[in-house]
């Protein structure tokens, strides 16, 4: 059973435009929330993350909506650049040191010049 | 600084052979996660090691094992490999207090043929 739901699972932006990725969860005693950028043959990255005690999280041009309620969060990068281009991934975790990420199955991002 | 660190890069196996893969935590981190990527899909957490304790594992047999050293180390062994081992494998290091974000390591490409 999938906990992390991720789409779409492929967007294509023009330059300087906003990329917009959700995601939904199913288990609410999730308290950590990252997102991971992914470029080919390398390991994931952290871009971001929140608690759920935050709506929104805004670091440079990449943006966390946290919606509690719905079980939804969202990463927003504004002004997309073609650099951008990667696969994004969703995950959440309970935290703590038995902190396994659970992932979603992640976006693969293309930003037009 | 050191990022964390795995070896080697890539590896070719034949199925029913036994691997070892290695990674090096992060400078100030105490545990060490690893997790399996197929292609086009996100990481599957394989277990956590903190203490040089397994402190967690996912939805793996018992053919996968590792090790974590004094220094934070650590090792995933494989045995009998079979086709679908066939991934990106992927070591994260964290601090069991904190934030408890996941750096990962650039990986190991495992292809069992």
């Known amino acids: 059973q999938q906990q992390v739901k991720q789409s779409p699972q492929s967007l294509i932006v023009q330059k300087g435009g906003i990329s917009i990725i959700n995601c939904a969860y199913e288990?609410?005693?999730?308290?950590?929330f990252p997102w991971y950028q992914q470029f080919p043959g390398k390991g994931p990255a952290l871009l971001i993350a929140?608690?759920?005690?935050?709506s929104e999280k805004k670091e440079g041009r990449f943006t966390i909506s946290f919606n509690k309620s719905a079980k939804q969060f969202s990463l927003h990068i504004m002004d997309s650049q073609p650099g951008d281009s990667a696969t994004y991934f969703c995950?959440?975790?309970?935290?703590?040191?038995?902190?396994?990420?659970?992932f979603g199955k992640g976006t693969k991002l293309s930003v037009k010049p | 600084e050191t990022g964390v660190t795995q070896s080697p890069t890539h590896l070719i196996k034949t199925r029913g052979q036994q691997v070892t893969l290695r990674c090096s935590s992060q400078?100030?981190?105490?545990?060490v996660s690893w997790y399996q990527q197929a292609l086009g899909q996100g990481p599957q957490f394989i277990f956590q090691y903190y203490r040089e304790e397994e402190n967690g594992r996912g939805n793996f047999p018992p053919r996968f094992s590792g090790l974590q050293f004094p220094n934070y180390s650590s090792e995933l062994n494989v045995n009998a490999l079979e086709l679908d081992d066939s991934a990106l494998y992927l070591c994260?290091?964290?601090?069991?207090?904190?934030?408890?974000?996941?750096?990962f390591g650039p990986g190991t490409r495992l292809t069992v043929t």
């Open positions: 929140i608690r759920p005690d935050v």
């Open positions: 994260a290091s964290s601090q069991n207090w904190g934030p408890y974000e996941q750096y």
């Open positions: 400078s100030g981190h105490n545990t």
């Open positions: 995950a959440a975790t309970l935290g703590g040191s038995q902190g396994n990420l659970i």
């Open positions: 288990n609410t005693a999730f308290d950590y």
